[in-house]
C-alpha cells in the first residue's frame, strides 16, 4: 500500500502495478480499493495501473466538508503521481466521479464508465442523500446501509435483511459515511454533456435493465462516446476476463 496527500491533506491510499500507460481506476458505492483490483491485475501486463480507496473507505481519510470537487482533487492526486495524464477506469458512481472530472480539466485521456448510475428519470428520491448523512450523523450507521440497499440500490427487504446478519455487514457498516457521498454524486446528476474527453461506456449483458439503459443514454448524452455491452455482468458486477481486452482496446485507441 501507498499513500499521497490530497489538496486538502486528505490521505489517500492507493496500490500501483505494472508498467506502460496508466489507468486509474475508481470505484463505486461499499467499494475499496480491492473491489477493481482483479481488473486492474487483468491489464498489468501492459499497463500502470493504480486503484485506490476514495475518501470514508478503506485505509484513506475523510476532511470535511465532501464535495465532489475534493473526490476529483483526489483523483487530480493520483493522476499526478503516474505522470500527469492517466486514462481512467470509473465503476458505478465512480464513472459519474470520473466524467466529472474530466469535465472540470483533469489530466484524463480517455474515460471509461462501467455501468455510470445517471438516474435519467429513474433515479433515487431527492432527499436520500439528506436521509443517509442524517442517519450516520446519529450513529445509525447500519441503518444508513440499508437505506441505501432498498433506495438506491433496490434490494428487496428480505435480501437487506439477509445482508444485515450476515459476515460482511461490519465491513459495509465502516463505510456508510461514504454512501452519503455516492448517493449526493448520483441523486438529480447527468452526464456533462459539453465533455469532448474520448469515453467508453460499458455494462454487463445481465446486469439490471435500468442500469442498461443509464450506460446507453449516457453515451448518447455524450460527444465523443460510445456503448458497448460485455458477455455476463450478472447483478451490477465486473467479469475481469471479458472487460480487461475491451477496456485494453480502448486505452491503445488513443
Known sequence: ???LTSTDGTTIAYDRAGTGPAIVFVAGAFNDRATL?????ALAG???VVTYDRRARGDSGDT???SIDREAEDLDALIAEVGGSAHVFGFSSGGILALHAAARGSAIARVVCYEPPYPFGEGNAPDLPARLGALVDAGRRGDAVELFQTEAIGLPPEVVSQ???SPMFPALEAMAQSVVYDSTI???SAPPATLTTPTLVISGAQTWPKLTRSAARTAAAL????HVEVPGGPRHTIEPEVTAPVVAEFVREG
Open 163 to 165: 445482508i444485515r446478519r
Open 64 to 66: 470535511k466538508p465532501w
Open 223 to 226: 460527444p465523443k462516446a460510445r
Open 37 to 41: 483490483a482483479p481488473l486492474a491485475d
Open 186 to 188: 448520483s441523486t438529480g
Open 1 to 3: 500500500m501507498n499513500t
Open 46 to 48: 501492459d499497463f500502470t
